[in-house]
Nanobody
């Protein structure tokens, strides 16, 4: 059974940091790309960042570039999203997802991803 389990969300003040984790199981981790998406109330789901588990290539949305860092620990089948200098506009439910296309070629798009986690809430207070 494929599972993606996010953790690490919470409430933080603007300027603070959080590290999200996405623990994957039930598929060959090295053959997938892992993406982080977020969805704020009333807004569409947005691709934030993604990483290829095969070659480590990454992508960041302009809104998070320089503040967020994605990394992968293939031995633990886990992807992390380190979020620094958080802003109130980063408030959203954050989801990790797995795509059977391991190539990172630009912004992650929801329809390209096969498996999804349940999401973790990130709230940034001003």
């Amino acid at each position: 059974e494929v599972q993606l389990v996010e953790s690490g969300g919470g409430l933080v003040q603007a300027g603070g940091s959080l590290r999200l984790s996405c623990a994957a199981s039930g598929f060959t981790f090295d053959d997938y790309a892992i993406g982080w998406f977020r969805q704020a109330p009333g807004k569409e789901r947005e691709g934030v960042s993604c990483i290829s588990s095969s070659d480590g290539s990454t992508y960041y949305a302009d809104s998070v570039k320089g503040r967020f860092t994605i990394s992968s620990d293939n031995a633990k089948n886990t992807v992390y999203l380190q979020m620094n200098s958080l802003k109130p506009e980063d408030t959203a439910v954050y989801y990790c997802a797995a795509s059977s296309s391991p190539v990172v070629a630009g912004a992650p798009l929801p329809y390209e991803y096969d498996y999804w986690g349940q999401g973790t809430q990130v709230t940034v207070s001003s």
